[in-house]
């Protein structure tokens, strides 16, 4: 199993994705902004930082890289695409997720520790998982709040894809505590905590960030 | 402007220079013309007068600093000492830890953010330019009152400065000072350290060698901003109702930094420069000059190459600009092309702008005149030197004679109180507002950060080895007595780094001061340097590098003699770390050294508003002795917990480590009042599982270490003999106060 984890300049959290994907079992390899193909990998994670500087809108060059259009193509057929953090971004700005990342709410870069709930395990990256299960993994970015209009909103709701939610007070203002999202198919998932920096209590808050990566196992074993 | 050329110098010697707007005193300018036997053109002018400026050529400082050196203790560790660009340290297992610390204070007051963004800008390229890669940030920052309107300003300012340039480069922050004290309103100090991690292999240094190897400039192109940021801005007292000096402030761009430093570490790793400079304070002025003294001092550079942001600059603004995010590397010939297809891959900017030469000077051209042609060992390490007049100031004697008054609680009521004001007193209370809006996780490795006594970075991961540091100073202290004080913070952040397990290694320092040229800040300079230098020798520590920022005043008005102290240790698997503070019910605590009436400089002292009375005597014959203590404990797995204990004493460490994980603990004191808001130096509260009382008794016998018993972990309270405070409430004082100061 080989899960490409991509290199934007300015990403920040590649060295760690690879590492979690590592310690979920499979293998990780290194794709860069410019490449023009995929190295026949069987998923794809983008990474957290801060891609380009995002100077402009987060994620809104990145979308235009190179392997961005392979990636679309990939999530089309069914490939399994996680984006942390500015890889949720770089989503949202490729249209493979609705809404949009803006500014936290009291406009301050927050990085803590933060407890979520797992509120949909059938993608691809949440089956290790159990429905209502609560993890704590870091939350750490400038514009983490997640919006969309009411329709969308509704949407996300009516069909399960809202992945995973903030516990307790919103960190950030995200509408409806939303810190996750799934595409329909439920191959592509964006998520604004970090799971990577939780696969081990030694170095993270806990090790509950791992079963974003076991998960993936059992997509393909599927 | 018409260019000012070599040849025209020689034609009008008496043409009039504007030497003292540029910071140069008469005689220094008068001494330029006798080194070059005629009068400097303009642009070696802007050379001399940045690199001859305070903040470049120490030059009131060189005379104390070079105690460093000669009373340096016998070291194994030290693989590359001061003088490079950050001082390299061997940390076992083939590894090289860099380290060092850096003012960047005068255009923090000036432009907060971008202030303190490129201060840790400039560290980390520091760290880089040794052929490391940057693993983790520290802050040390200090701030007017925290409830006057400027701190308001500036606090916010700097904080996302700091996080804004180091988040986005990917360096975890793990650690710092935030503290206040009027003499800092007008002054605040951000003082930025960095660690870089490499093997011993990978060392590079600054140095031009080699006739015809080329001078390669890469990274952000040349804008006009920061020019004269060393000596117009650094170098000089801010005057009340001058100009703001804000075009002297640089402009940092983390993007641009972040892609040179991977850049730069695939260039390294291929082997591609013979030697590495980067442009930080004197820009280009800093790096030709450098970079060639470094060698055998020949080199010629053509400045008109140098790529611009705005063309209309000259060719002395551009030798004086600060723009960041810019390297210089010398460079082989034949290595160029690889050289400069990495450099293709990130997108970065790259020109070569001239080689070293045979001879021994530096010659810079414009469009094919020679505009510079100077002896660069002059400009870069032959600059002025200043045994500047120094006298003890009179309020020494009028303070140490005096005697700390304050009211001593003991009721239960007054302790209760006491320990809760001090919980959310501004320089005690919780600085989560602060560190949340710092990156602690990326890379993977932090296994300590704020709140902990020191940062702590994993560097192998198979091996677990580790290295920690932490900063501290006492400004309290110094400025009671600065030979003390200085020792006094460097037993401080040893003694913080041990406690965790960390076996201190080398030492760093940002001394922070007023005016040289008052000689009573002098005298506390030169006093600082002597205490520090003396207990680095008796510690058995090598400084390794440091940074001295001078003319931290508004008018008459200096700030507290600030000498920050950076220490580095290392421990062999972090795995096996001593945490700071509790998780479980049932366990004794204990006080390791001894409580003294030391009040003086304390911060319930600071808080009643008295300055007075003495400052402890460091012991750091016994800080090393509680060292061995420390390490050992680690070693033998004794230890459940481990918390130093430094400025709030006894209340402030228990308040600490009872909120760290919701679990309280009951004391009994005798002489409650003094117990609690003593700052004896040389004290760390442990806890210990019972079976491991007669280890812990033995351990402390054997380093002839004061033991004694404080009380038992557990419960949801801190209770203090008859006094019970709740967590909850303790919590709430300790944390309200940040959000309630800045929002």
């Not at chain 2, 508004?554 to 503070?581: E, K, Q």
Request: proline letters at 5%.
């Amino acid at each position: 199993m080989r899960v490409g984890v991509i290199t934007f300049p300015g990403t920040l959290d590649d060295r760690d994705a690879a590492r979690a994907v590592i310690a979920g079992g499979a293998e990780a390899v290194a794709l860069w902004h410019a490449d023009a193909d995929l190295k026949n990998v069987d998923a794809v994670i983008l990474p957290g930082g801060f891609s380009y500087g995002d100077y402009l809108r987060c994620g809104a060059i990145s979308r235009f890289a190179p392997v961005m259009k392979l990636v679309i193509e990939a999530a089309g057929k069914g490939m399994p695409v996680l984006g942390i953090c500015n890889g949720f971004q770089v989503l949202c700005e490729s249209h493979l997720l609705p809404g949009a990342l803006t500014r936290n709410s009291d406009l301050h870069f927050l990085c803590r520790d933060q407890e979520i709930e797992i509120t949909n395990t059938q993608t691809a990256w949440t089956s290790s998982y159990s429905v209502g299960q609560k993890i704590v993994i870091p939350l750490k970015n400038g514009e983490g709040s997640f919006q969309c209009d009411d329709e969308t909103l509704a949407q996300l709701e009516g069909e399960g894809r809202v992945i995973a939610r903030y516990v307790g007070q919103n960190p950030n203002g995200s509408r409806n505590l939303i810190a996750g999202i799934s595409n329909a198919r439920g191959n592509v998932v964006g998520l604004m905590p970090h799971p990577e920096h939780a696969i081990d209590a030694l170095t993270g808050p806990t090790a509950e960030g791992l079963g974003f990566f076991t998960s993936i196992l059992n997509a393909m074993v599927k | 402007m018409a260019l000012d050329t070599v040849a025209i110098a020689q034609t009008t010697p008496d043409d009039i220079q504007p030497f003292a707007q540029l910071g140069l005193k008469a005689d220094e300018y008068a001494r330029i013309k006798e080194i070059l036997g005629r009068r400097p053109t303009s642009s070696e002018l802007a050379m001399y007068s940045v690199m001859w400026s305070e903040h470049c050529s120490y030059k009131s400082s060189k005379v104390h600093l070079k105690q460093f050196g000669d009373k340096a203790p016998k070291s194994d560790a030290l693989l590359v000492g001061i003088g490079e660009n950050a001082g390299v340290v061997d940390v076992g297992q083939g590894y090289a830890v860099t380290f060092k610390i850096e003012s960047h204070n005068h255009p923090s007051f000036v432009e907060p953010y971008q202030g303190a963004a490129t201060g840790v800008g400039g560290i980390v390229r520091d760290i880089l330019t040794m052929g490391a890669r940057p693993v983790a940030v520290m802050d040390p920052l200090r701030f007017g009152p925290a409830d006057a309107p400027d701190t308001r300003r500036v606090l916010p300012g700097i904080v996302a400065g700091v996080g804004g340039y180091g988040n986005c480069l990917g360096l975890p922050n793990i650690g710092g000072e935030v503290i206040f004290d009027e003499t800092y309103a007008g002054n605040p100090l951000v003082n930025a350290l960095c660690i870089g991690v490499m093997k011993h292999s990978d060392i590079k240094l600054a140095k031009a060698a080699g006739a015809g190897n080329l001078v390669v400039l890469y990274g952000a192109k040349t804008g006009g901003d920061g020019i004269g940021g060393v000596s117009v801005l650094a170098s000089e007292t801010f005057g009340s109702g001058g100009s703001t000096k804000r075009p002297s402030v640089q402009v940092g761009d983390p993007f641009v930094e972040k892609v040179l430093i991977e850049c730069s570490l695939e260039i390294f790793a291929e082997d591609l420069v013979v030697g590495i400079q980067d442009l930080g304070g004197a820009g280009l002025s800093c790096a030709t000059s450098e970079l060639a003294s470094g060698g055998s001092g020949g080199m010629k550079v053509a400045l008109d190459k140098v790529p611009l942001r705005d063309p209309s600059l000259s060719p002395e603004e551009i030798l004086m600009s600060e723009s960041q995010e810019r390297m210089c590397a010398i460079v082989e010939p034949e290595k160029l092309a690889r050289f400069l297809e990495i450099c293709a891959k990130w997108d970065v900017t790259v020109t070569a702008i001239g080689e070293v030469t045979d001879g021994d000077r530096l010659i810079i051209t414009w469009n094919d005149q020679v505009i510079v042609n100077v002896p660069p060992r002059t400009v870069a390490h032959e600059g002025p030197v200043y045994n500047r007049p120094m006298a003890q100031p009179a309020y020494i004697d009028d303070v140490n004679s005096q005697v700390v008054q304050l009211p001593i609680p003991s009721s239960a009521a007054e302790i209760r109180a006491t320990v809760l004001q001090l919980a959310g007193t501004p320089n005690l209370a919780d600085k989560s507002w602060v560190t949340s809006q710092y990156d602690k996780y990326v890379q993977g490795n932090t296994i300590q950060s704020q709140p902990d006594d020191s940062g702590m970075i994993r560097i192998d991961e198979k091996t677990h080895l580790g290295v920690a540091i932490s900063t501290d100073a006492n400004a309290n202290w110094s400025y009671l007595n600065p030979y003390q004080g200085a020792k006094l913070a460097l037993a401080e952040a040893a003694r913080n780094i041990a406690t965790a397990g960390a076996r201190p290694l080398a030492v760093t320092n940002c001394l922070n001061f007023g005016s040289p040229e008052d000689p009573g800040v002098m005298w506390q300079f030169a006093e600082s340097v002597r205490g520090l230098a003396d207990g680095c020798l008796e510690m058995g520590l090598p400084v390794t590098g440091g940074n001295v920022s001078f003319y931290n005043q508004t008018g008459a008005v200096a700030i507290l003699p600030t000498p920050v102290i950076g220490v580095l240790g290392v421990i062999d698997d972090v795995r096996t770390r001593t945490p700071m503070s509790f998780d479980v019910a049932g366990l004794d605590l204990y006080l390791l050294g001894d409580t003294h009436a030391d009040l003086a400089g304390s911060e319930w002292a600071f808080m009643h508003g008295q300055r007075v009375g003495q400052s402890p005597t460091a012991d750091l014959g016994r800080e090393m002795r509680l060292i061995e203590v420390l390490l050992a404990g680690r070693e033998e797995k004794i230890f459940s917990a481990a918390h130093d204990l430094s400025q709030g004493g006894l209340s402030a460490g228990l308040t600490e480590m009872v909120l760290r994980h919701s679990v309280g603990a009951t004391i009994t004191l005798a002489d409650v009042g003094i117990s609690l808001l003593s700052e004896s130096p040389g004290r760390v509260i442990v806890a210990i599982e019972a079976s491991k009382t007669d280890a812990l008794s033995t351990l402390a016998a054997k380093y002839h270490i004061t033991l004694s018993k404080l009380g038992t972990t557990g419960g949801d309270s801190l209770i203090i003999n008859d006094a019970v405070i709740s967590l909850a409430e303790l919590r709430t004082a300790h944390t309200a106060t940040f959000p309630k100061l800045f929002g």
